[in-house]
């Protein structure tokens, strides 16, 4: 615990007190890092800008992301035809290296031979074709989709699971009531899954303020076009690493955006857990 975790946390907290020539340590700069990224032009704009971003994608997912994975576990647990295949199917991309899904969706999403267009223009849809990761309007949006096709089969199976642990007594009783599968779900499924959802949500959180790769790849350091599509990882990596638009690398600047992140995640990760523990009911 103290070489994988403590140590270097330590020593980013102790990297963002110092300023910082290349690879060179300079004198002893005190919170005045933290002051650059936090309210100093223009390093503040791009910081709240790249935090904007990690919170639609946050939001995003957990509407999207979150809300078809509970609903794929409901038709997997209610055994739709072909369920075992479709267990198979939806989990089959969540073992895909981050690299090759983003590599192959930038090809699927080429605005000239991309299979996406080409399939829109093939149904007469040729006015929805569009340059997805060229334009601001959808880059975001499109990264957003790629993510939920990556990962949706793990939620899915983390609900699944939760809704398998329900005793059949209850549901068929909630059946004999009248129950419908909205109303089920609602009402029944939904608050007994809760152990399996503060899973789902506090991984999803994590997930998503940590985000790198799959914009890096599919979008660039610089978070194109024009920064749409720039979450805190990228801002870090591009700071403490350098890139073209940054200038040279600061790794003071950089250790404190990380100490900056791990404290606002941990923070909010640990009141949230402990907000939805309230909520759990044991079955």
């Known amino acids: 615990m ?94 895909l290296s981050t690299v090759i899904v983003g590599f192959l969706w ?42 939920t096709w990556h990962w949706v089969g793990f939620p899915a199976l983390v609900f699944l699971a939760g809704m398998q642990r329900i005793p059949r007594e209850v549901l068929e009783a909630a059946r004999l009531d009248g129950a419908g599968d909205l109303a089920l779900m609602r009402r029944v499924i939904w608050p007994l899954v809760a152990p399996s959802a503060t899973i789902a949500f506090v991984l999803l959180f994590i997930g998503s303020f940590n985000w790198f790769e799959l914009p890096y790849i ?17 801002y870090f990596y591009r700071t403490a690493f350098g890139a073209v638009s940054s200038g040279l690398q600061d790794f003071g600047r950089g250790s404190a955006l990380a100490v900056l992140m791990f404290l606002f995640i941990a923070a909010v990760a640990s009141i949230w857990v402990r907000m939805l523990r309230r909520r759990e009911i044991e079955i």
């Open 2 to 95: 103290l070489v994988f975790a403590v140590y270097p946390l330590a020593s980013s907290f102790l990297y963002s007190l110092y300023s910082w020539n290349g690879l060179a340590r300079g004198g002893f700069a005190g919170l005045g890092n933290f002051k650059q990224v936090l309210l100093q032009e223009p390093f503040s704009s791009w910081t709240y800008r790249a935090f904007t971003h990690n919170v639609v994608v946050f939001l995003s997912l957990m509407v999207v992301q979150n809300g078809l994975a509970f609903l794929i576990g409901f038709a997997l647990l209610k055994g739709m035809p072909g369920h075992r295949f479709h267990q198979v199917a939806v989990f089959l991309p969540v073992v």
């Open 106 to 147: 930038k090809l699927f999403l080429n605005p000239i031979f991309g299979a996406v267009n080409q399939a829109l223009i093939a149904i007469g849809l040729a006015g929805w074709a569009q340059p997805w990761l060229g334009q601001p309007q959808t880059a975001l949006a499109s990264l957003i989709a790629v993510n």
């Open 218 to 234: 599919m979008a660039g350091l610089d978070g194109s076009p024009g920064g749409a599509t720039d979450v805190l990882g990228l």
